[in-house]
């Protein structure tokens, strides 16, 4: 664990897993240059199996529905993953879907999401995940060529031709298989613009998401609140068209956390995690955020064959992020903006030596966000009654 100290150990076996991430294939056909997974400081994926063996998807359809079975679970979140899921080939996906639901007890429902970049998205390939149920989350960093100039494939050529031709047939073809796009936030490009060009793809929902970094390795462009300012700008944006126009997850998460409405967004709040990673040689695994930490980060130890995920429950790194406050530093803890906060995303507060119980390295563009959308949503809330956002979160500092 490159000598960080652990987190706390857990007491009890902790909340169970809802949210299963299936590594169906481990490389990828674009070589994106800011890529953390492949670009990162973690090089596992080397010495992994490209396509995940029938095996392992076989015996992870199995530990998901003892899972399942054993607490009482009645939906479950699929999500298949990579690298390009795409290449491990869409009747593989739809097989392994199928077997999961096969498994699971007749009272749980698996969703089941692709998560691709959108470039071997065809309409044969759609027909067939459509027709098994697998909804489609595309990956994108706006919806103009020149927002998607880092995202190239190995040879250096532009995806955007591709991927836009997937998005829009997704849009056009399979419009009840569109789960949404998942953007990470470039402060170097226009917020407003950015948000305008994705609703031309026509996403049911938005998840914008801060680039990954830490206090040992900055994100880029790192100065003041930019990340916090440019996401002010689209919430202002998705404010006044009335949240008509899309769902964005982030926006949505942050006004139920205001209202004391439960939330379960990653990088807010304190409601515990509950996802997993199983990586193509069966290894589960943290989920691959933590791989821009350090090599290792996320690794378990544990394996699909030999363990059950229960196991991984007890697993510390697990536990930190199931503890909510206590797991968080004292800055955080003392905090107004704590159960709104949650103390930022896990993967963002790792200091090389110190480990991840540290604030955010966004907390100054969290505190930013969070108390302009509490801003207005006291501002509209006067003019009918009382504000419904406590004085504490509208101004001032924590």
Not at 301 to 321: I, N, Q, S, T, Y
Request: charge should be neutral; glycine fraction near 10%.
């Amino acid at each position: 664990m490159s000598g960080e100290a652990a987190p706390p150990r857990a007491h009890t076996t902790g909340h169970p897993f809802r949210q299963f991430i299936v590594k169906m294939h481990g490389r990828c056909n674009l070589a994106c240059r800011y890529c953390y997974l492949y670009e990162g400081p973690d090089h596992t994926w080397r010495t992994r199996p490209a396509a995940t063996p029938a095996a392992v998807l076989e015996r992870t359809a199995d530990r998901i529905a003892r899972h399942v079975r054993a607490h009482g679970l009645t939906t479950v979140s699929l999500v298949l993953h990579g690298g390009e899921p795409l290449l491990a080939g869409a009747g593989t996906l739809a097989r392994f879907t199928d077997t999961v639901r096969a498994c699971v007890p007749a009272g749980c429902t698996v969703q089941a999401t692709l998560q691709t970049n959108a470039t071997l998205l065809t309409e044969e390939r759609l027909t067939v995940l459509a027709r098994h149920g697998i909804r489609i989350g595309i990956s994108l960093d706006g919806g103009r060529p020149e927002h998607n100039a880092r995202r190239v494939d190995h040879a250096g050529r532009s995806s955007w031709p591709a991927a836009a031709r997937g998005a829009r047939l997704v849009a056009d073809r399979f419009p009840e298989s569109y789960a949404g796009i998942l953007t990470v936030v470039d402060p170097t490009l226009d917020p407003v613009e950015t948000y305008d060009s994705l609703l031309g793809l026509r996403p049911p929902a938005l998840d914008l998401l801060l680039p990954h970094g830490n206090w040992s390795a900055p994100p880029p462009h790192w100065e003041g609140v930019r990340h916090g300012d440019w996401l002010c700008a689209v919430f202002d944006r998705w404010w006044s068209a009335g949240r008509r126009e899309t769902r964005v997850r982030l926006f949505e998460e942050c006004l139920a956390l205001l209202l004391g409405l439960p939330a379960a967004a990653e990088s807010l709040g304190l409601t515990p995690f509950d996802a997993l990673v199983v990586e193509t040689d069966g290894s589960i695994e943290q989920v691959d955020s933590l791989k821009s930490a350090y090599e290792g980060a996320a690794r378990t130890g544990l394996d699909v064959f030999r363990h059950d995920f229960d196991e991984a429950l007890r697993h510390p790194g697990v536990a930190a992020r199931q503890a909510g406050a206590a797991a968080l530093a004292d800055r955080c803890r003392a905090c107004p903006l704590l159960h709104v906060c949650g103390g930022g995303h896990y993967a963002h507060r790792y200091r090389a030596g110190h480990g991840f119980r540290n604030p955010s390295v966004y907390c100054a563009d969290l505190e930013r966000f969070i108390r302009h959308v509490a801003g207005r949503l006291a501002a509209d809330a006067r003019g009918t009654g009382p504000a419904a956002v406590p004085a504490s979160l509208e101004g001032g500092t924590p």
